[in-house]
């Protein structure tokens, strides 16, 4: 009887130990949660419960998911290019607008509206507040305030303040900055000017287009290839253009 158990027992702990074995081996790291962290978060941290600090993140192919709940604050150096870009936009705004014939502008095909280069994996995910003086390098989902120069994200649901503007995938909640682009609104943008594939929001600005308006759209200019509610100084939808009100 105790010959048959202790041949039980060295079974049991002998197989434990060759999966233990196994799965270090695969992943070539062990994992760990820390309350406090530098960014580039290291590829031995999967999640920060707490602060991160640093210059940024970037994508780390070494593992698939990182989480900070808490607070990320970033001095970037990248929003200089950013910002120049911004101000040579801006001085040609009004020449774009009334020319409607710049590259970006003119829109037809679907794929004329979608956010390119939308990955998943790799991704960086974050549930609470980001104060950043750029954008992040690596593909991000956000739940919470956004304050930063400019940011990509997969998903955003939250509040983004931003002073180049803010581009997502699927957005819920309420973006401000000179540009906001997304495949999927079901939120608010607020900028000078707005671009979604779907909008089931609000765009609020001088320039606002969508492919498929089943929101509202308020600024001088407004265009939809669909119909949908437009407020403004011209509005153009794929029935009818019209002054200050179309639908």
């Known amino acids: ?72 604050i970033e001095a970037n150096p990248a929003p200089a290019a950013g910002a120049f870009y911004a101000f040579i936009c801006l001085m040609h705004l009004d020449e774009k607008i009334r020319n409607n014939k710049i590259n970006g502008i003119v829109k037809t095909t679907d794929e004329d509206f979608k956010i390119k280069s939308v990955r998943y994996a790799p991704d960086l995910q974050l549930n609470g507040l980001n104060i950043s003086s750029g954008c992040f390098f690596t593909m991000t989902s956000m739940n919470g305030l956004n304050i930063s120069a400019g940011n990509k994200f997969n998903n955003f649901n939250g509040l983004s303040i931003t002073v180049l503007g803010t581009i997502a995938d699927h957005q819920n909640g309420l973006s401000l900055g000179i540009y906001n682009a997304n495949n999927d609104l079901t939120g608010s943008t607020i900028g000078i000017y707005n671009l979604s594939y779907q909008l089931s929001g609000l765009h609020l600005g001088v320039f606002n287009q969508t492919r498929i308006n089943r929101g509202l759209q308020i600024g001088i200019l407004n265009k939809s290839n669909s119909k949908g509610f437009q407020l403004g100084l011209w509005n153009i939808n794929n029935k009818r253009s019209m002054p200050f009100l179309n639908w």
């Open 1 to 72: 009887m105790k010959t048959s158990i202790l041949v039980v027992l060295s079974f049991v702990f002998g197989y434990s130990y060759s999966q233990n074995s196994v799965l270090i081996q695969k992943d070539s790291v062990i994992l760990h949660s820390q309350i406090f962290s530098l960014s580039p978060i290291s590829k031995k941290v999967d999640k920060v419960n707490g602060l991160v600090f640093g210059l940024g993140h970037i994508e780390n192919k070494n593992i698939e998911y990182q989480t900070i709940n808490g607070i990320n």
